[in-house]
């Protein structure tokens, strides 16, 4: 079974503060996604991968960078957080070039900015 | 940009009842449709892909069938069971790695 594994289930932090948020996937594929999903919203891209050190904005990619330095991990890091950055983080996968293709998603990690 | 809706936003439903699911979207140019599932406070189970190329897909109970002309897709879950609990989300991709998202039925089976 395909594994996408974020690194914390629950987060806490203040506004202002550097968070970073990793998600490790076991299964080769090449295209990596953050999004965020908020109540009345849905899920929002912010960025995704398509091969290592490659990364590309997707919907609302404003307050947010990412870092792919392998393959296999994918990293959200909110430079400076803020209160409407609280939100549920979730991290996914997918195999194939050119589309997402099917996405295999990891639990999700719900931070709150204070 | 692709909207996707899927109504009705929450549904109770005894459990041994079949059932339908609607997605409808605004571009019919897709590439693919997919269907997920989200138990609270977890991350998205994929539950179908349909390709643009494809009628219908079919996982034990469940069938998803798509029709791109009229913009609908449509989840089709056999005689539901308490299990089924959860909300169903769609996804339609329109171009690459653009997945658009509808909202989500939440679904409640009960005994």
């Known amino acids: 079974d395909v594994k996408v594994t974020q690194s914390s289930r629950y987060l806490v932090k203040r506004t202002g503060e550097k968070v970073f948020l990793e998600c490790v996937q076991d299964?080769?594929?090449?295209?990596m996604f953050w999004y965020r999903q908020d109540p009345g919203l849905g899920l929002r891209l912010i960025y995704f991968?398509?091969?290592?050190?490659?990364?590309e904005k997707g919907d609302i990619p404003e307050g947010y960078s990412v870092s792919r330095e392998k393959k296999e991990r994918f990293s959200l890091i909110l430079e400076s957080a803020s209160t409407n950055q609280t939100s549920m983080y979730l991290c996914?996968?997918?195999f194939g070039r050119g589309s997402t293709g099917e996405l295999f998603f990891g639990e999700g990690s719900r931070l709150t900015v204070l | 940009k692709q909207e996707v809706t899927q109504i009705p936003a929450a549904l109770s439903v005894p459990e041994g009842e079949n059932l339908v699911l609607n997605c409808s979207f605004t571009?019919?140019?897709?590439?693919?449709l997919q269907w997920f599932r989200q138990d609270p406070g977890k991350g998205l189970t994929s539950l179908l892909l349909?390709?643009?190329?494809?009628r219908e897909q079919t996982s034990g109970r469940l069938n998803a069938s798509l029709d791109k002309s009229s913009g609908r897709s449509t989840l089709y879950i056999a005689a539901s069971q308490p299990g089924d609990s959860a909300t169903y989300l769609c996804?339609?991709?329109?171009?690459?790695?653009?997945?658009?998202f509808g909202k989500g039925t939440s679904l409640l089976v009960t005994p």
């Open positions: 996914a996968s997918s």
């Open positions: 349909i390709q643009s190329s494809q």
């Open positions: 299964m080769d594929h090449e295209n």
């Open positions: 996804a339609a991709e329109v171009s690459g790695y653009a997945l658009n």
């Open positions: 571009d019919s140019a897709i590439y693919n």
């Open positions: 991968s398509y091969d290592v050190k490659m990364k």
